[in-house]
Every structure is written in C-alpha cells, then in structure tokens.
C-alpha cells in the first residue's frame, strides 16, 4: 500500500529534524552566537522541499547555566539547548512538529496533522 499524503507529509517532518539535529550537533555555540546559530539552522531547513516555516530558539539561559563553571566561553550544541517548531506542508497535508526536551531528552514529536479537505 502507497502511504498517504499525511504520512508522506510527516516522514518529511522527520527528515527535516533528522537533518537539523544532525547537521548541527556540536557546533560551537555561546550566547553570543546563538542567535545566529538559530537563524543559519532556520534558513538550512527552510531549504529543504516542503517545509513551509522553521523556528529554532538556542535556550541561553541553559548555555548560560552550562558555562557559569567552564573556562570556555563555548560549548557544543546539543538538544538540551534546542527549542525548535516545523511547519511542513504535502499535497494539502500541514504537519506541524516539535523538539524539545522530554525527562532529559530532545523528544521530537508531531504535534498535529490537518488536511485541507
């Protein structure tokens, strides 16, 4: 059986979120580049076929927190310090996503899948 447009519209999802975590795990990040950081993550994926809107927030209070007892002014970008939302659209189908931690781990998960019937 063909999966359906919902179905293909999430694997895309997943595809984008594979890419993103992917991509940029362990990039250098400070407070002072998150921003940066989060929109060059934003305008990756917003590349990438039908994805309609991407938002990655770099939580700097948890950098901040993780650097207050380190002799760097950096760490490496992990998913503890990622909020991001995804917007994805197939054939009529919009899934819309979510990353962010879950008991200790980045979970990323779909929130909602609506047609345009």
Known sequence: MDPTDAETA??????????LYHQFAGTPVSPESADSLARAMEEAIENQP????VSVD???DELD???AESAA???ELTG???DVEM????EGEEVRT???MQDGYPLMRVEDVRSDD
Do not use: Q
Request: hydrophobic share 40%; glycine share 6%.
């Open 65 to 67: 927190a993780e650097l």
């Open 80 to 82: 503890r310090f990622l």
């Open 10 to 19: 999430c694997f895309e999802a997943g595809i984008k979120f594979g890419s």
């Open 50 to 53: 039908h994805c309609e809107s």
């Open 58 to 60: 770099v939580l700097t």
């Open 98 to 100: 979510r990353m962010d």
């Open 87 to 90: 917007v994805i659209e197939y």
């Open 73 to 75: 002014d950096y760490t």
